[in-house]
């Protein structure tokens, strides 16, 4: 047998159809299944309530704390506050559009006197949170000026405003996100505090 015709006889092995068919599939799946997910986690982040962001600390005791009263306000914030009666605490700011949204609630609110509302200050400069309370309205009975965040990282505040619901023995009964309603108040608010009021 001559060179010429050794050279022209392929000796790779045969290539299976099938297995070349199962491949490009498997080509082609890999980027569909990533994409089918990636929609499944947007249609849940679309259709999920940003308000309902389950909290752990929800059920457990208030974490330990000792604020300062904002610039101007004479009674400060801690945890040992939060004990023996139902009370709410939010977190505002000054820098905060969504709280200029809800603090004519808040004030709503305080003018009833159904429950005591204190104010987490979240990483504020003094000047500008006290200006911010006096030009609109202070319905905190206690306020504690969060200066550098850190008693927010440990109430576990993803955004400001949040609002927490506090049980008599100082458990954090209830945490909404956002800016609170007129229909959030009256709907989830203050039936949670007659609730917890009548244990």
């Not at 405003?161 to 506090?166: C, K, L, M, N, S």
Request: aromatic share 8%; net charge negative; charged share 15%.
């Amino acid at each position: 047998m001559s060179n010429e015709t050794v050279d022209s006889i392929d000796l790779s092995p045969p290539v299976d159809a099938t297995s070349k068919n199962h491949f490009i599939r498997a080509m082609f799946l890999v980027p569909l299944t990533v994409f089918g997910g990636l929609l499944l986690a947007l249609g849940w982040g679309l259709t999920s309530d940003p308000q309902n962001i389950p909290s752990p600390l929800v059920g457990k005791k208030v974490p330990s704390f000792e604020l300062p009263a904002v610039k101007g306000r004479t009674l400060g914030l801690s945890n040992t506050d939060l004990m023996g009666t139902v009370s709410l605490v939010n977190v505002f700011a000054s820098w905060c559009t969504a709280c200029e949204l809800e603090h004519p609630f808040l004030m709503d609110l305080a003018a009833t006197g159904t429950v005591p509302i204190h104010g987490l200050n979240y990483k504020d400069r003094p000047d500008d949170a006290a200006a911010w309370l006096n030009k609109r309205g202070d319905p905190y009975t206690r306020t504690g000026a969060d200066v550098s965040g850190r008693v927010g990282i440990d109430w576990g505040v993803y955004g400001v405003p949040e609002t927490f619901v506090i049980g008599p023995e100082g458990h954090i009964a209830y945490k909404h996100v956002g800016p609170l309603t007129p229909e959030t108040i009256q709907n989830t608010i203050i039936p949670l505090v007659q609730s917890l009021s009548t244990k």
